[in-house]
């Protein structure tokens, strides 16, 4: 152990010595390059020195310094001690000097890089901190003599890589925050000093910038949440880069500038900090001084450079390009920020209001002032904002939809002569129309909103948070509104780009829903649904509107989500739309809106002025100045609802003009004064009841608002030129608070608050427009405040809530999604749009389907029918007339290839059909049409006869081996060729395999002939029309025609079957007819009885299940199913057809399978017993079955349906059916069944099973029975020695065993070591190399989790590994990682019964499967761990324990190749050694050391082996290589089990084993020819005998005369074992 420490403290102490010596070289090299280049300079030519120590000459400072430090460089041992600032100084002071020229600069700069690059200065180091600050603070202060522009670029370059480099180092983290700020500034200042720098010195210097704002931003995530940070820590001169001062000037300055170069306009300042110019005197003494223990930047700094960012963002009116490149920029900053750190955002406070205020209005600003680039960083940052802090941002979400991106995106209306849109209104004030942005603006504002809409999330938000929130605008309408109008071309004109990008905004709102409609099965919870338009009392609506929920989303009844919140959001809603409509009707005219409402129940007749008050005052929609008329009227009935309204806010504890705001923030004040003074009246009233001590009476209340209400009109009319002066507003207020003054300081404070904040009015009924709306974003902001969670938004935490409200969705969004998808049909446009118009086409169908939708579906077939009927002559869409009289003759099947439009909605359609036919209804009268149309074309035989084959979504079509094809295509081009080959007509055609190849112009060579079958006469078709017909032949195969009549979901159980039976019968030779005359005589038998013989000889077909045995029988079912089958295969054509046709409809009607399987399992039975020889037929049969079984299996819930249980394991029965193959015929189709078996197997775990929360890992497997699993295992051994599916087959079989063919591979790697590695060992080091296998595949085997080796199928498992061993195939390699599976298989097995991995659930699921009882006499289930174990273990001992020790040493001693015989010893050794979870008796253990038992006798057989072959041979010195690692193993087991052996229950046992061991020994010693093994014998013997003696077991006086016996036979196994060597005379 002290040399174990010695040599590790040696090791550490010459790494720390080779990094001193590497950090000194890099030190060392660019010190001499700095000298170098200084010595080179004028200023220091005349320096003599250049060595260490010259005395002669005038000494230099800064020389002198690189020397002294070039002196102590090889001396540091201990890096992390030594302070950095020691080996820095001479460069930072180079970089520091006036004197030194860019070159000499550059170059220091250069070395202080790599020193920061490869991290001289450590995390650990206790002055790292002061070596950063002193870094950053010679960096930031850089000086140098100025020469050409060129090279000063390249010397500023470099001080921006060293800053960058100060922020990215690990030891960045320790700048403080004056250091971050001062980098910030420098960096800035280097690219924008004086606007005339290259752009290359630009560009670079704000790539930095935003490289150092990700390194900054990237610690916020670990600063504390609830710690403000002061921003009083940063020192005011170096908070923020400002470039308003005039820079140093003069030779010294940073490539010296003239002041006169600056402009100061484009310049930012810091929002709260002032200059940030350094001084000449802080240039040469640094701005400030290090200090002890201080802490490293955190939020100070990271808000004084988000404020930074956030001072680029502005724009003036008519800002020419160079502004909106610095304005783009600092949205660039900005988006930096929230990519690195915006989730974190939200947890400081100071930060979020950033982002809620300032940012959010100086982007409001900028955006529609702009051109597309700051537009396009706008967007883009608002994108970022709601995906990084979507809660957050609830108003300014609403200010950026409605300000921005809204009117900018919208079209503007046509205008007419006179200058006014086609609504009457003038252009610039016309609500929806933005006549500022340009094209290319509405394209970004465009995109932005097509890109929100693409998050899954956001179209739900704005639902739940503004369309269910009765104090919001409906923002999803006006959405859905702005795209449904953008999708709309001009009449007359084509599609546009900004068109087709509407149209995918609709599309993708579409496809949000549809996708949530696939994720989720949500439903509304009936006990807490209450349907949104359930009737409703007066009382009850208008107390709704007044309670805490009030309608406003964020409120105590919307906090918690689930379908509770969606039920009350969804009444928000209907509430919503009613007072909308209510208002429409009051705005036209209040009397008839107050009819109005209370005809529809709103309001009682007559109406309640407290209701009518409720209604003005929370009503959305309402003109506000109609409010105002309506309020301020002196009839009884007005000046009743205007005391009303008054008392439905609360004004305590508010002061009078917050109070008065909000008062006046809910109408219009008329311009009348009475009217005014009326308003003015019952607010006093109100105030002073709410506020008794604020004021002297209610006239002093009227006064003062009077009074405020004027001061706003001065201090904001743009026609009052003399504004009033704070001392005329107190002057004017005086004596009116009951006779006395109001507190000046109140007045003053009234008088601030008017002069900064204008009381505006922000109307809601207006229309969004573009730009910053000061009144609309006040009254957000108020809105916000007065709930407590008014400005956040409530989020849809899954899909399975936003589900619930995705019908509302629908409803607003499928009508526009459809109108301007058919747009795109009516248009020619790209294959592109065609695409995105059939996705969304599928998309409104699915979503239509889920909910059951048939007016939507209905509407939706009838359009396609519409757009895809083809038409028997050559006919215009536009006019419907007949071009020519030649183009009217032409064939309709090549118009309708000629037609891209028309196939694109055939295809759509039929796909409609097929998949949601159920929900179809009176669509189903187009289609029909449609179907008949077609079928005149003389196209849907070729559809019924090849479009039944199975495509992707059900598994894709088998392929056929020899060309890579689907059966069906490869069978289909047999058949062409021969009918081309007796007459020139085509027939046939490739599967379509995808939209481009509907619409692609070359057909795949050799499907089509030179034209269509036509009967005498008719003209060929020129190459043209020969592709466009085969383009329409495709299209209706596409379209699968014959689905929309066998489809499931069209059909009952009854409709089911009874096609069924009609595909068995149609094949036959006579028809219906003759295959219900051969019913009652067609394979009555083989439904029953065994179908014949394996593949591979076991126990002819039968196998132990769980202590039954089971025939591999056919599956269960009807018998009629298969009943004309044996005329069906007469016709081989027919067969294959009536194959597919039923494959298909089996595989689409999983839900239904087991009616179908017992027909389909029929048929195939007779297909495979009928196959004398390989056919197609045969091998689509059997890998049909195969497909079935792999894609039904992991779709079945076997774990919790009974039903599907059982279905699975009829699947799994009817793989037996490939038994029953002739040899010839299976040897033919052996590798593509281990192929399809391999991808069974890799499908029994899938995210879906692994999920499941299940107490034993078992319990995901889908395969679950003894029998199945023994098929699965016997086809697989089946493949062992076939030269083509043995590796395949080996990978199938190593996911069952070890969990996956990466597990197989390692355990190869970990086992195959130990026989090459070994080759040449001595005993001792082949006995390690044991060990050290062990333990690595042990190590491999434990991290299997996905192994699907269990208690009730190993066996079979080892049986199909065994196969392996034995086979050739693959060479010794895969053989060795056969063995290795063996050895993973008795680990698994160890472990199991060991229990203590599974808490012995493993064998409880073991007791369950094989039904064992608690006792011999009982018949109650183990129920116990315990008892499951001790059973299990005696079931896996006398089984596959044993039988794995006995098969690995019939292969140790009799296999010829030398490389599996070493790896099974090892592993042997291995399974043995752990051996203890067996607890296994000491009988066990004698007879593996019997004369004749496992272990004594591998030695015997070797030794046998060996002795008859030529001595010296090759093949004898490997066989004794392999006795000699037998040798070890038994000599190490005996010496392991030896307490066991001991106490076995007759003395004589042990005694006889011992001897026997003893003997075995000695004949292999006397056998060996080679000196390892003939050492290698007596060292294992003395090994024992030490042992022995040690542990007591052998002694003088020992029973049995085992001393005496002991060493007489020693002594035959070599003469110098003697009692001697135990210390015995």
Request: charged share 25%; with cysteine; net charge negative.
């Amino acid at each position: 152990a002290r040399g174990s420490t010695m040599a590790s403290s040696d090791g550490t102490a010459a790494a720390a010595a080779l990094k001193a010596r590497g950090y000194a070289g890099i030190l060392s090299s660019e010190s001499a390059g700095v000298m170098a280049l200084m010595r080179q300079n004028a200023k220091w030519a005349l320096v003599p020195g250049y060595g260490y120590g010259d005395e002669d000459g005038p000494d230099d400072p800064m020389l002198e310094e690189f020397r002294a430090m070039r002196r102590a460089l090889f001396t540091w041992r201990d890096w992390d001690k030594v302070a950095p600032v020691a080996y820095l100084a001479p460069f930072l002071q180079v970089i520091r000097s006036v004197e030194t020229s860019g070159p000499i600069t550059g170059m220091a700069l250069s070395a202080v890089h790599k020193v920061l690059k490869h991290g001289l200065i450590g995390e650990s180091n206790p002055h790292a901190a002061q070596a950063m600050h002193a870094v950053a603070d010679a960096v930031t202060l850089c000086r140098f003599e100025a020469t050409d522009p060129d090279h000063d670029d390249v010397v500023l370059s470099k001080i921006l890589h060293v800053l960058l480099e100060c922020m990215r180092c690990p030891t960045g983290r320790l700048l403080s925050d004056d250091d971050v700020c001062n980098i910030v500034q420098a960096c800035y200042r280097i690219g924008h000093q004086s606007g005339k720098e290259s752009a290359l010195l630009r560009n670079l210097s704000r790539h930095v910038l935003r490289e150092i704002v990700h390194a900054a931003f990237g610690r916020l995530p670990h600063l504390p949440a609830d710690g403000e940070e002061s921003a009083t820590r940063i020192d005011a001169s170096v908070a923020a880069p400002d470039l308003s001062e005039d820079p140093p000037t003069g030779e010294n300055g940073v490539a010296a500038r003239s002041p006169a170069d600056e402009d100061p306009a484009s310049t930012p300042r810091s929002p709260t900090k002032g200059a940030g110019r350094v001084s000449e005197t802080e240039s040469q003494s640094g701005r400030s001084s290090f200090r002890e223990n201080q802490e490293p930047f955190g939020l100070a700094c990271v808000l004084e450079i988000f404020r930074f960012s956030v001072s680029f963002v502005s724009l003036e009116e008519g800002a020419d390009e160079q502004a909106e490149s610095v304005c783009a920029f600092g949205l660039q900053l900005v988006l930096a920020s929230l990519e690195s750190a915006g989730e974190d955002f939200a947890r400081h406070p100071a930060l979020l209001r950033l982002v809620r205020d300032d940012l959010s209005r100086a982007m409001l600003a900028v955006a529609p002032r702009g051109r597309a680039p700051v537009l396009a960083a706008t967007a883009a940052t608002i994108l970022q904002l709601y995906m990084v802090m979507p809660s957050e941002l609830k108003m300014q979400l609403e200010a950026f939809l409605r300000m921005a991106l809204l009117p900018l995106a919208d079209v503007p209306k046509p205008l007419d002569n006179s200058g006014s849109n086609a609504g009457g209104q003038n252009a610039a004030a016309a609500g929806s129309v933005n006549p500022g942005a340009s094209s290319e603006s509405r394209r970004v504002a465009l995109e932005c909103l097509v890109d929100l809409c693409r998050q899954p999330n956001f179209v739900p938000d704005l639902y739940v948070n503004f369309d269910c929130d009765v104090r919001r605008p409906n923002l999803v309408e006006e959405l859905v509104a702005l795209l449904s109008r953008g999708a709309s071309p001009a009449q007359g004109a084509p599609l546009t780009d900004e068109n087709l990008l509407s149209l995918e905004g609709l599309l993708a709102i579409t496809a949000g829903v549809a996708d949530r409609v696939a994720l989720s099965d949500a439903k509304p919870d009936p006990a807490t649904d209450v349907r949104a338009d359930a009737p409703m009392s007066v009382e009850d609506f208008w107390g709704r509107m007044r309670d805490a929920n009030g309608g406003v989303v964020g409120s105590a009844l919307t906090a918690t989500p689930g379908p509770a919140r969606a039920a009350v959001l969804r009444r928000n809603r209907y509430l919503k739309r009613r007072l909308l409509a209510c208002a429409d009707h009051f705005n036209a005219k209040p009397k008839k809106g107050l009819a109005y409402m209370a005809e529809i129940g709103v309001l009682l007749d007559p109406p309640d002025p407290a209701a009518v008050a409720d209604f003005l005052r929370h009503a959305p929609g309402l003109d506000k100045s109609e409010a105002g008329e309506f309020l301020g009227d002196h009839k009884e009935f007005n000046v009743a609802v205007l005391n009303a309204y008054v008392k439905t806010f609360d004004f305590a504890n508010a002061t009078l003009d917050a109070a008065l705001r909000a008062f006046l923030d809910g109408f219009r004040l008329p311009g009348e004064a009475q009217k005014i003074s009326r308003f003015l009246e019952a607010f006093a009233e109100a105030y002073f009841a709410a506020n008794p001590g604020s004021v002297a009476d209610a006239d002093a209340a009227y006064v003062l608002s009077y009074s405020i209400i004027m001061l706003n009109t001065d201090q904001h009319n743009p026609q009052v030129k003399n504004k009033m002066t704070l001392d005329q507003f107190v002057r004017n207020n005086r004596g009116t608070n009951g006779g006395k003054d109001f507190p000046r300081e109140t007045l003053e404070a009234i008088f601030d608050e008017i002069r900064h904040n204008e009381i505006t009015l922000a109307d809601d009924a207006s229309p969004a427009r573009a730009g910053f709306d000061a009144a609309r974003w006040a009254d957000m902001m108020r809105a916000a405040s007065r709930h407590p969670d008014g400005g956040r938004m409530i989020r849809t935490p899954d899909h399975e809530e936003a589900a619930l409200y995705d019908e509302d969705l629908f409803q607003l969004v499928w009508s526009p999604a459809v109108a301007a998808t058919c747009l795109v049909f009516e248009h020619p446009v790209a294959e592109s749009a065609l695409k995105e118009a059939l996705d969304g086409f599928l998309g409104v169908a699915r979503v239509a389907g889920h909910r059951g939708l048939t007016d939507v579906m209905d509407h939706l077939i009838t359009v396609l029918c519409a757009y895809a009927s083809p038409v028997a002559g050559n006919k215009d869409r536009a006019n419907g007339a007949v071009q020519n009289a030649q183009s009217a003759n032409r064939k309709p099947s090549v118009l309708f290839g000629e037609d891209d439009v028309r196939r694109t909605a055939c295809v759509t359609a039929f796909t409609v059909a097929n998949r949601y036919g159920d929900v179809v209804r009176g669509g189903w009268c187009p289609l029909v049409d449609l179907v008949l149309r077609m079928h005149r074309l003389d196209l849907i035989s070729e559809t019924v006869r090849k479009g039944l084959e199975v495509d992707a979504r059900d598994g894709g079509p088998m392929l056929d081996l020899s060309t890579s094809t689907s059966f069906a295509e490869a069978e289909r081009s047999r058949r062409d060729a021969a009918r081309r080959h007796k007459n020139s007509a085509s027939g046939g055609s490739s599967l379509l395999r995808g939209f481009s190849q509907l619409l692609s112009l070359d057909g795949p060579d050799g499907l089509f002939g030179s034209g269509f079958a036509s009967g005498g006469g008719e003209v060929p078709l020129t190459d043209e029309e020969q592709l466009a017909e085969n383009r329409a032949l495709r299209c209706v195969e596409a379209c699968r025609i014959d689905d929309v009549f066998a489809d499931a979901s069209f059909l009952g159980n009854d409709s089911l079957a009874g096609l069924a039976r009609a595909l068995t019968w149609a094949a036959g030779p006579a028809g219906a007819a003759g295959a219900r005359a051969a019913q009652a005589k067609a394979f009555s038998s083989s439904m029953n009885g065994v179908v014949g013989n394996d593949v591979v000889n076991t126990n002819d077909g039968n196998v132990n299940n769980g202590g039954r045995t089971t025939s591999l029988a056919s599956p269960k079912g009807e018998s009629d199913a298969s009943a004309a089958v044996a005329a069906a295969v007469a016709d081989e054509d027919g067969a294959a057809f009536c194959l597919d046709v039923l494959c298909g409809v089996t595989l689409r009607c999983r839900d239904r399978a087991r009616l179908l399987l017992p027909h389909l399992y029929g048929y195939l039975r007779a297909i495979v017993a009928s196959a004398k020889t390989p056919s197609p037929l045969v091998e689509r049969a059997v890998f049909e079955l195969l497909r079935i079984a792999r894609v039904m299996l992991p779709t079945l819930n076997v774990f919790h349906d009974e039903a599907d249980k059982r279905l699975a394991e009829d699947l799994l029965d009817a793989l037996r059916l490939t038994f029953a193959l002739e040899p010839n015929v299976a040897d033919q189709l052996i590798k593509r069944v281990a192929s399809e078996l391999n991808v069974l197997v890799s499908a029994l775990e899938t995210e879906t099973w692994r999920s499941c929360a299940v107490p034993f890992a078992g319990d995901h497997d889908i395969v679950r029975t003894a029998r199945g699993w023994d098929t699965v295992c016997k086809l697989l051994m089946a493949s062992a020695r076939h030269p083509e599916a043995a590796a395949v087959g080996f990978e199938a079989l190593a996911r069952v065993v070890a969990g996956s063919a990466q597990s197989a591979s390692a355990l190869s790697e970990t086992s195959g070591g130990a026989h090459d590695a070994g080759a040449a060992e001595t005993s001792p080091a082949s006995s390690a190399a044991s060990e050290t296998n062990s333990v690595s595949v042990s190590n491999v085997t434990n991290k299997s989790p996905r192994s699907h080796a269990r208690p009730w199928n190993v066996r079979s498992c080892l049986e199909a590994t065994s196969a392996f061993v034995d086979a050739r195939q693959g060479g010794d390699e895969r053989s060795r990682r056969a063995l290795a599976l063996l050895g993973a298989a008795a680990d698994a097995v160890c472990d199991w019964c060991g229990g203590e991995a599974d808490g012995g659930a493993t064998a409880l699921a073991a007791a369950r499967v094989g039904g064992w009882v608690s006792g011999p006499d009982s018949t109650e289930p183990v129920t116990t761990s315990l008892d499951a174990l001790v059973l299990l273990r005696r079931d896996m001992l006398d089984g596959p324990f044993t039988d794995i020790v006995s098969y690995l040493r019939r292969v140790a001693s009799v296999d010829e190749r030398a490389a599996v015989r070493d790896d099974a010893t090892l592993t042997l050794q291995r399974v043995l050694s752990r051996a203890d979870a067996m607890r296994a008796s000491p009988e066990y253990w004698t007879r593996c050391f019997s004369p004749d038992g496992l272990l004594t006798g591998m030695l015997h057989e070797m030794c046998a082996s060996f002795k008859a072959m030529p001595q010296k041979s090759e093949v004898r010195l490997k066989q004794e290589r392999t006795a000699h690692l037998a040798v070890s193993c038994v000599a190490k087991t005996f010496l392991q089990r030896l307490p066991a052996l001991t106490h076995a229950s007759e003395p004589a046992a042990f005694a006889n084993a011992w001897f026997a061991t003893l003997d075995s020994l000695r004949l292999t010693g006397e056998a060996a020819t080679c000196e390892e093994l003939r050492e290698a014998v007596p060292e294992a013997a003395k090994n024992m005998l030490l042992v022995m003696s040690a542990q007591g077991v052998l002694a003088p006086g020992a029973p049995q005369g085992l001393w005496e016996e002991t060493w007489k036979r020693a002594a035959a196994v070599d003469k110098s074992l003697t009692p001697a060597i135990v210390g015995a005379k």
